[in-house]
């Protein structure tokens, strides 16, 4: 007879998640059941995607950290699994639009993260159930300070949780079950086997987590947009990062900077271009002036510069951005603009 297990928040370990399975025996007519949070933090995000993808009896709940990728908000740890799938990160994010918020068998409700325990499983709030930082301020005004949604469940049927690590074993508490036991920090990855409720669980060797935040700090850099940041947010953001003391984020961040530096001369010749060209247009075009700057993207500025009032203020309220900087230096046709390394 096929079974059901309910897998812990995995978080890239793939490896050790191949080890549980192969531990338990679980077979192709069983079901697999993540709690969500499958991404992030794990050497091997990519590979578990893959393999509940294509996996036909695998079920994976929308966890806080699909939901980030989902919704476009990325802290460090989605940067990285960003750049790590390349062009299969598009997929993913459509992928995670089929993902549930809560999973039911007969013996369970699955969920990944919190429970109002005086509300059905059918009335729960997505953002409970997936553990997002509003999720959690809302329980907060709703349970004392010091208690968790656990403390307060009374229901008959059991529930199966993760999101918030209990320690290397699970807690179980008012037939509640918590099973994120800190897999990626090097805790443990485990399983709940239904119907039983029997505990399996492999132990991770290796902090993955402090070791991918150090090992892809560069390509993070680098795979940045800042072309199409602004030039303040460019500066705010080297400054954020400038207690990173190795050497080679240093000198990343110093390449940087002397690029930002650079572009913002060209836009001072940027501005001395336009109103020498604004002199040739109204020696060429004396009669019919207004129609043929018309025609051009930076008319505004021809038309200040021949007020007289074309200020480099005005180039910065406009050309805000690294891309917008170097597209008008090239349409004025000017050389030697400077490239990010």
Known sequence: MSKTYIIGDIHGCYDEFIELL??????????????????????????????????ENAVVL???????????????????????FGDEYEDFRTWLQTLPYYY?????????????????????????????????RFL???????????????????????????????KIKNNTYGIDTGGCHAGMLTAVELPSFRIHQVKVKTDHWAAQQSDWQIPVLKAKDW???????????????????????????TKQRLWIQQLEDVR????????ALTKELIEKY????????????????????KAGTLSLTDLEKTVYTPQKIIDLAKELDIKHIPTRN
Not at 32 to 37: E, I, M, R, T, W
Not at 74 to 84: A, F
């Open 22 to 55: 192969e531990q338990i025996g679980v077979s192709d007519d069983d079901l697999v059941v993540s709690l969500g949070d499958i991404v992030d933090r794990g050497n091997k995000s990519l590979e578990l995607y893959h393999y509940f993808k294509n996996r």
């Open 62 to 84: 929308m966890g806080n950290h699909e939901r980030k990728h989902l919704n476009g908000v990325l802290s460090y740890s989605q940067e990285i699994v960003k750049v790590q």
């Open 104 to 136: 039911e068998t007969p013996e369970a409700m699955i969920v990944h993260a919190f429970f109002e325990h005086d509300k059905t499983l059918y009335e729960q709030k997505e953002e409970v159930l997936a553990g997002t930082t509003s999720g959690s």
């Open 140 to 170: 907060e005004n709703k349970y004392e300070e010091g208690t968790y949604w656990s403390d307060y469940y009374k229901g008959e049927k059991p529930i199966i949780y993760g999101h918030h690590v209990v320690g290397e074993t699970p």
């Open 227 to 253: 072309e199409h940041m602004k030039i303040d947010q460019v500066y705010r953001l080297l400054d954020k990062l400038s207690y990173k003391n190795e050497p080679e984020i240093q000198e990343f961040l």
């Open 268 to 275: 001072m010749t940027i501005q001395s271009k336009i109103e």
């Open 286 to 305: 004396t009669e019919n002036f207004n129609q043929e700057v018309a025609k051009l993207s930076y008319r505004s500025f021809v038309f200040k510069a």
